[in-house]
């Protein structure tokens, strides 16, 4: 079996995961990624690339899919995928406002993220009776109460690898046990086990399985591999816990 490499170096081959579980992982298209690559790149043409994409990811075992609001098409592709995958929990991540709520919501979306706490849409129909996660994001212990206590079931905190990363999410939640954390941004496919064995509910990674020389390259076989090694490293943080 051949094992995909960029820059010379070999990454880890697929690995067999275990059946029926959930590793807390929550992998995001980010389209800024390209910006270094093809500016002529079309609307289709980089809609095509966010499905081949994700695709990829959901081949190598990953079973949340977050995909940013600034992706060509993000609807679209949220609403075929949400078709070719039923059984997977797919998001619209970047959310600012009401409008885009509804569409990622009638797109399909199970869960919202926002970099910040956007109250329109923490009020949104749909999101206190538990049909769709909106998960705001926050920095500041202030922040990350106020979200908590305005009705979010799960805050994102963010930038987390500028504030500290593990040791952040670790003095969080001596404060706050009872709230649930997802860390978002920086996060490497080795730290994965530190941030869930420290507290974090879950961890978003971007470039880490979207890596931007396999993506500049549509090198899907690379990202595959990436999500396969990453769902892994949570599924032993996880039997160790």
Request: glycine share 8%; with cysteine; proline share 6%.
């Amino acid at each position: 079996m051949e094992i995909g490499s960029l820059k010379g170096k070999a990454l880890p081959p697929p690995c067999l995961l275990p059946q029926n579980t959930a590793p807390p992982l929550r992998p995001r298209i980010n389209f800024s990624q390209l910006s270094h690559a093809d500016h002529t790149l079309t609307r289709i043409q980089t809609s095509e690339l966010a499905m081949e994409a994700a695709r990829a990811a959901l081949s190598g075992g990953i079973t949340v899919l977050e995909i940013v609001r600034s992706t060509p098409g993000v609807f679209e592709v949220l609403k075929q995928l949400v078709n070719d995958y039923p059984t997977t929990v797919l998001g619209v991540g970047t959310v600012l406002n009401i409008e885009d709520a509804r569409k990622a919501v009638g797109a399909g979306a199970k869960f919202l993220m926002s970099p910040a706490i956007v109250k329109d849409v923490i009020d949104m129909d749909g999101f206190q009776n538990g049909e769709v996660l909106y998960i705001p994001g926050a920095m500041t212990p202030t922040e990350i109460l106020s979200a908590h206590d305005s009705g979010a079931k799960i805050v994102k905190v963010y930038p987390v690898s500028v504030l500290g990363g593990v040791q952040y999410i670790s003095a969080l939640k001596k404060p706050f046990p009872h709230i649930s954390m997802v860390a978002s941004q920086g996060i490497t496919i080795d730290s994965v086990g530190e941030y869930i064995a420290n507290g974090a509910s879950s961890v978003v990674l971007s470039d880490a399985i979207f890596d931007k020389e396999a993506m500049a390259q549509n090198n899907f076989i690379v990202i595959r591999q990436l999500a396969h090694f990453a769902t892994l490293q949570a599924s032993q943080v996880l039997e160790m816990l």
